[in-house]
């Protein structure tokens, strides 16, 4: 069966310090990879999103980056964090764009 | 921009009654898919109707889709304790990828 985890559950990070959140899938080959935030009490902002190795679509243009070194291994970088990074990160994969997305149990960043 | 909005955003009833939450959506779609989060937790898939479908169910889910209208809803019957949390419908906007919207909080009250 698949599996999906990402790590850390909570962060605590200091205003223009970097970030690095991972995600892995086991389980499944060559998956769409999703990076979402979601702020408290709120839907899904797709940040970026990946249909093979190296190959990374940008939703919103911010403080953020995403690469897929591997083919089931998905990174969210920042080089300096801002206050309005904060938010609620998930990961996700699907077999392709339009069916089903599995998620993982998120990140909680807060920045102080 | 969100393509499916849920309503009501919040909603509160009594265990064991049905719940009823709708979505609309803008554009065409080729299928709409629906939720559930618990509180701090990752999504989960519950189900998916496309959109040459008008109904269907799993097991105390009904999802109806109306394609005329841009519009589903989902109903959850005899509702649980366990049932609360917050439901999002998703619709597909091409290019692999998902379009979530804002989601309704449900409350299953003892």
């Known amino acids: 069966s698949q599996t999906i985890h990402q790590w850390p559950a909570t962060l605590v990070q200091p205003v223009g310090s970097p970030l690095s959140l991972e995600c892995t899938v086991e389980g499944t080959s060559n998956p769409n990879l999703y990076w979402y935030r979601q702020a408290a009490g709120r839907g899904l902002q797709l940040l970026f999103y990946s249909v093979g190795i190296g190959q990374i679509s940008s939703e919103v243009p911010q403080n953020l980056s995403a690469s897929r070194p591997q083919d089931r291994q998905f990174i969210l970088s920042s080089k300096k964090l801002l206050l309005s990074d904060s938010g609620f990160y998930l990961c996700?994969?699907?077999?392709?764009?339009?069916?089903?997305?599995?998620f993982g149990d998120g990140t909680r960043l807060s920045i102080l | 921009s969100q393509q499916g909005e849920e309503d009501p955003q919040a909603l509160s009833i009594q265990e064991g009654e049905n719940a009823t939450m709708n979505c609309s959506y803008k554009t065409s779609i080729n299928n709409l898919q629906w939720y559930r989060q618990n509180s701090g937790r990752g999504l989960v898939h519950l189900i998916l109707?496309?959109?040459?479908?008008r109904e269907k169910h799993s097991g105390r889910l009904r999802v109806t889709l109306d394609t005329s209208k841009k519009s589903s809803s989902l109903l959850i019957t005899a509702s649980r304790a366990a049932d609360t949390a917050s439901y999002f419908c998703a619709t597909d906007a091409g290019a692999q990828k998902l379009v979530f919207g804002q989601g309704t909080r449900l409350t299953i009250n003892p």
């Open positions: 109707i496309r959109s040459n479908e």
């Open positions: 996700a994969w699907s077999v392709q764009g339009a069916e089903p997305q599995h």
